[in-house]
């Protein structure tokens, strides 16, 4: 879903700045105590957040509770159709000034379908951001833990980093983990 992939660089966006904080207190670092080595990282957040077995059946829930959403939408949009089809058989007749008028009960039906299709998409929001959120927070934690085990001494988000060799991702060793830690969740 893309909501998921687009909150997930929203998210690597809002880190940006810790990343670059991180680099420039290494390169400071570097500068400072040039004997001392330094053993960094990256990883691809966004293909891990993609990639993530988590992400899969959350996305994977988010689409069906959608497609019944959807089918609920649709239920009122073929009532609007009817509605607007017996208006416009009704207009060439007169009418008794105690029936009820059908252009209101049509505008009525109008303001109920916007209400409908905008607090659906109200509720699929809050909850991919519930699930992006809760991804996340365990994405960084393997990271943390990954990063603290195999003793680095930054490990940047992929979009911060310029070149890289490919023996510094740890991308694939993020993601085996983050599955493991989300298995319990469905």
Known sequence: MNALRWIAQKNTQKASLTWLTALFTVLLCVGTANAESYKLAFVDVPRAM??????KQARDILQKKLAAKQQEVSAMEDEIKT????IEKR????????????ENELRSK?????????????AIDRENGRWTKK???????????????????VVFGK???????????????????LNERTKKWF
């Open 50 to 55: 993609a990639a993530s077995d988590a992400a």
């Open 91 to 102: 207009k060439g007749s007169n009418r008794s000034d105690s029936a009820p008028d059908p």
């Open 135 to 153: 991804i996340t927070e365990a994405l960084l934690k393997v990271i943390e833990e990954i990063g603290r085990e195999e003793g680095f001494t």
């Open 83 to 86: 509605m607007k089809a017996e």
């Open 159 to 177: 979009g911060q980093v310029l070149f890289a060799a490919g023996s510094i991702d740890i991308t694939d060793r993020v993601l085996v983990r």
């Open 110 to 122: 109008l303001r109920d379908y916007q209400r409908l299709v905008e607090d659906n998409q109200a």
